[in-house]
């Protein structure tokens, strides 16, 4: 049976609404070599969680990833990619892990950004008015705004990172390229001096 529609029930959604955003986790690890970062949500029945990364520096900007159900079942995997997103749709309760595994490298750390956010099943009879529908929708838009909003300042800072890292190297190898160029003058310039002086001693 369907409750009836008040304006304090609307309110009440609204403000939901307008703190979900802040319930939606973002967070920046890094992942040691040969080592790997695991965490876990605690779903119910059909409640629905997404996980989006994107590694931001180290190596090949490559890690493994994967999440795994209660009984280690994994629902969702990737290897060596530098970003991904899986979602899922619990079949039963438990905890719900997902790792980031950074054990095919032996030497260089990774850094990795990553979002968790999920939806809460609620059956349609506790659905009360269009209205939250609505609510529902855009607030699934924020937080899809959220996420690429998030992917992009990753991306920025990685391809600031390769420029950076470019132009440094462009600077050192002008200078071996100058130092070269001078030392060749420099033994030129002695060999012709040494040849002029030999003539002259015959």
Not at 163 to 189: D, G, H, M, P, Y
Request: overall charge negative.
């Amino acid at each position: 049976m369907r409750r009836p529609y008040t304006p304090a029930l609307s309110a009440t959604w609204l403000a939901v609404l307008l703190v979900l955003p802040l319930l939606v986790s973002g967070h920046m690890i890094e992942v040691p070599a040969s080592k790997k970062e695991c965490f876990f949500e605690d779903l119910h029945v059909n409640d629905k969680m997404t996980v989006t990364y994107q590694v931001g520096g180290g190596g090949h900007l490559d890690i493994d990833f994967w999440l795994a159900d209660p009984e280690g079942i994994a629902l969702g995997k990737h290897i060596k990619q530098s970003t991904g997103t899986v979602s899922i749709t619990a079949k039963k309760d438990g905890r719900y892990e997902y790792c980031f595994s950074n054990q095919m490298s032996t030497v260089v750390d990774k850094m990795v950004s990553f979002n968790v956010h999920g939806v809460i099943y609620v059956d349609d009879e506790d659905i009360v008015s269009p209205i939250e529908r609505e609510i529902r929708s855009l607030s699934h838009g924020l937080t899809a705004v959220k996420d690429e909003q998030e992917y992009i300042v990753v991306r920025e800072r990685t391809h600031r990172n390769t420029a950076e890292s470019t132009n440094e190297r462009v600077k050192w190898w002008s200078i071996l390229q100058a130092i070269v160029l001078f030392s060749v003058v420099a033994w030129q310039v002695y060999y012709l001096k040494s040849f002029f002086e030999v003539k002259r001693a015959f």
